[in-house]
């Protein structure tokens, strides 16, 4: 997939090919704009759209420590996704592994080509700045595989900064999940950081992607074994 749009201030990401991939993904690289699938009328994160998602986490046993709600929504737009030619999202959650409420805004890439999504970085999230953030490329069928490269400059997790992290993610198999009572076919994506894995450790995530929702679950995995786990619950549309 090539996001030639996408070049945060905060980081940049660089896609290397596998010679074993199925899908070569391209360097991002620049800040023009590009024909985006809303302007060609069928985006999915497009505006006015809102996702809610019921978030748990769960310690290295599978025990639930907390719950907390999380919103998506599309329209407003930061510095650095305005700079990006990224459709402005907001994430809004509060009480979520603490007391604390946040409003963050960010960005999400997408095109013809694919989806990049930004994930929630703050907070009890701030670890997925070491995790692939979450992406897809089209046709959601491909099954592909590629190197990731994610230099962080600054970061709500102090571990992370002025680190560049090495990435493998892959698009892997076809799974069903149940929204409002109906099954929905979700293509899913798995990475992992490949490095610093002494110092920081290793984190994971899974992605499971609908053609119609977009992300509707995000499954991290913290080196400890605990998890945090965020499903789809409503949208408003």
């Not at 907390?68 to 510095?79: E, F, N, Q, R």
């Not at 809004?92 to 946040?102: A, I, K, L, T, V």
């Not at 990049?116 to 959601?140: K, M, Q």
């Not at 190197?147 to 698009?171: D, G, W």
């Amino acid at each position: 997939m090539k996001f030639t749009g996408f070049k945060s201030l905060a980081y940049c990401v660089r896609f290397l090919p596998l010679a074993t991939a199925l899908a070569i993904f391209t360097g991002l690289s620049g800040c023009g704009q590009k024909k985006t699938a809303a302007e060609e009328g069928d985006a999915i994160y497009s505006d006015g759209r809102e996702w809610t998602y019921n978030v748990t986490f769960n310690d290295s046993t599978g025990t639930v420590l907390s719950n907390c709600t999380l919103k998506l929504s599309v329209g407003s737009s930061s510095v650095a996704s305005v700079l990006a030619g990224q459709k402005g999202i907001t994430y809004n959650y509060n009480n979520c592994d603490s007391s604390q409420s946040f409003e963050e805004t960010t960005g999400v890439d997408e095109s013809a080509e694919g989806i990049f999504l930004h994930p929630p970085r703050l907070g009890a999230f701030a670890f997925t700045e070491v995790v692939p953030f979450p992406r897809i490329n089209y046709p959601p069928e491909l099954i592909s595989s590629s190197e990731v490269e994610l230099t962080v400059r600054k970061s709500a997790f102090k571990p992370a900064e002025n680190k560049t992290f090495q990435h493998t993610i892959e698009r892997t198999v076809t799974n069903t999940l149940t929204f409002k009572n109906s099954k929905v076919v979700c293509y899913v994506v798995e990475g992992r950081n490949t490095n610093y894995i002494q110092e920081i450790g290793q984190y994971k995530g899974k992605y499971w992607f609908s053609p119609k929702y977009g992300f509707v679950r995000l499954l991290y995995y913290k080196p400890d074994g605990s998890t945090v786990d965020l499903v789809l619950a409503d949208t408003n549309f």
